[in-house]
């Protein structure tokens, strides 16, 4: 089992839409989560990191849940500017980061 | 904030060439330095862990000869690819981290994008 999975998609999706990822986890010793974008031949870019309460930052939310191994990515009102791959990150303490393939995302207009 | 430098972005070589890269911390001193390889659709890999002042350490699988890791100061490291071949053909990234952050603040090179004919 690979350590973290994502659904690759592609997701097309219209303008305004909201969408949802999803990312499992295999390591039960994982401590900290993140999602990360990434445009085509560019470096990731954190978006945001995920904790076990829950956390948003405008249009995005980020969901853990540890029983379930499981990290949740939803973007509302999805922008043209939103297209690009989603990778889902997990790391356990200090020791590199772990990177999911991705979920393609492509906003239509 | 943070930035990590790294070239070249592209690189087109001839099989059997060595290919270095550069990654430097421009604003802050990194321990340590991850270099990453991504192929098409696929995640970012790591490949090895570079240490100021000490050898690399390199994840299962990666030839330790083939990719040469020199971390010689506290902002700089570079990636040589000898004897460089097609099936090397892949983007290649590195990041830093400064002092004692967490993975949290982990800061990204814009890759090198290796092509080898």
């Known amino acids: 089992r690979k350590e973290v999975e994502q659904d690759p998609g592609p997701f097309n999706v219209p303008e305004g839409a909201t969408v949802a990822f999803n990312c499992t986890y295999s390591?039960?010793?994982?401590?900290?989560f993140f999602w990360y974008r990434q445009d085509c031949r560019k470096e990731p870019k954190l978006l945001m990191s995920?904790?076990?309460s829950g956390n948003e930052d405008g249009r995005f939310t980020a969901q853990l849940n540890r029983a379930s191994q499981y990290i949740s990515l939803l973007i509302r009102d999805s922008k043209l500017s939103d297209s690009a791959t989603y990778l889902c990150?997990?790391?356990?303490?200090?020791?590199?980061?772990?990177f999911g393939k991705g979920t393609r995302l492509s906003v239509i207009a | 904030g943070a930035v990590v430098s790294q070239h070249p972005s592209w690189v087109i070589c001839k099989s059997g060439t060595s290919v270095k890269i550069e990654c430097r911390s421009l604003?802050?001193?990194?321990?340590?330095m991850f270099w990453y390889r991504q192929f098409p659709k696929q995640s970012l890999m790591l490949m090895a862990t570079?240490?100021?002042?000490?050898?690399?350490?390199?994840e299962q699988g990666v030839e330790k000869d083939k990719f040469l890791i020199n971390h010689a100061s506290l902002t700089l490291s570079t990636l040589t690819v000898t004897s460089a071949h097609p099936e090397d053909s892949s983007f290649y990234i590195c990041?830093?981290?400064?002092?004692?952050?967490?993975?949290?603040?982990?800061?990204f090179g814009s890759g090198t994008q290796l092509s080898v004919l």
């Open positions: 995920v904790y076990s």
């Open positions: 390591n039960s010793a994982s401590q900290s």
């Open positions: 990041s830093a981290a400064p002092g004692e952050a967490t993975n949290e603040k982990l800061f």
């Open positions: 604003d802050f001193q990194a321990t340590t």
């Open positions: 990150v997990v790391t356990s303490g200090n020791t590199p980061l772990v």
């Open positions: 570079s240490n100021e002042g000490s050898k690399a350490t390199y």
